[in-house]
């Protein structure tokens, strides 16, 4: 369950967090919840391509920790580094995803099988390019729920784009033809407060048209 309510500090207050508290382990059954809620982040038509690894034994930090660049602080002190990859695959459980929206009342049936209809020849015929760019939007979607989601759970998180993508889905036996890398995000309790940071102004990234 949320430990932290208050929407304003999650936003306001997140940190990217690079030394983290060692002792601090996150159960399978929380981390499992932290997720589920991350899962609610949205995707493109609903296929829900986020596929996470996730990395918290000594023997997989270890395989890990080579493949992370300058990022083995938080490999060697998190509770845990999520791996998250896209599925370009993703829509082999099209089927499963809308049967179950019918079945719970979330979709007439009509529009189930009008949308298998549409998206069956779509994913058929799209290129690997376009299946890559969904998959990474939607996984950088679910990245930041993560995120968010571990801070309203009490923890903190660090999103770590540098790191050895092939070699990681390798090592952790992810196909490298179907399972795209997004990123990593390492999640545990901070040892310090981290830094904040200065962001733009509305003046410098919005145009109004």
């Not at 949205?42 to 296929?47: E, L, Q, T």
């Not at 990022?71 to 060697?76: K, L």
């Not at 779509?122 to 998959?135: F, G």
């Not at 090592?171 to 962001?199: C, L, N, Q």
Request: no cysteine.
């Amino acid at each position: 369950m949320f430990k932290n309510n208050d929407f304003e500090d999650i936003i306001k207050n997140r940190r990217s967090i690079r030394t983290y508290d060692a002792d601090v382990k996150i159960s399978k059954e929380e981390m499992e919840a932290i997720l589920t809620d991350a899962m609610r982040a949205p995707s493109s038509v609903n296929m829900q391509p986020w596929r996470f690894v996730v990395v918290e034994s000594p023997e997989g930090k270890e395989k890990l920790r080579p493949l992370v660049r300058f990022n083995t602080q938080q490999n060697d002190t998190s509770a845990a580094m999520i791996v998250i990859f896209g599925d370009t695959n993703s829509f082999e459980n099209g089927e499963k995803i809308f049967s179950s929206a019918v079945e719970q009342g979330l979709m007439p049936q009509d529009v189930k099988d009008k949308q298998m209809a549409a998206l069956t020849p779509y994913y058929a015929n799209s290129p690997r390019e376009e299946l890559e760019r969904v998959s990474i939007i939607d996984g950088s979607l679910v990245a930041m729920q993560l995120m968010l989601v571990a801070r309203a759970y009490g923890y903190d998180t660090n999103p770590i784009g540098g790191f050895e993508r092939k070699e990681v889905a390798e090592a952790f036996d992810m196909d490298t033809e179907r399972y795209v890398p997004v990123m990593i995000v390492s999640i545990g309790k901070a040892k310090d407060t981290g830094y904040g940071s200065y962001r733009l102004s509305t003046e410098d990234t919005v145009f109004w048209k």
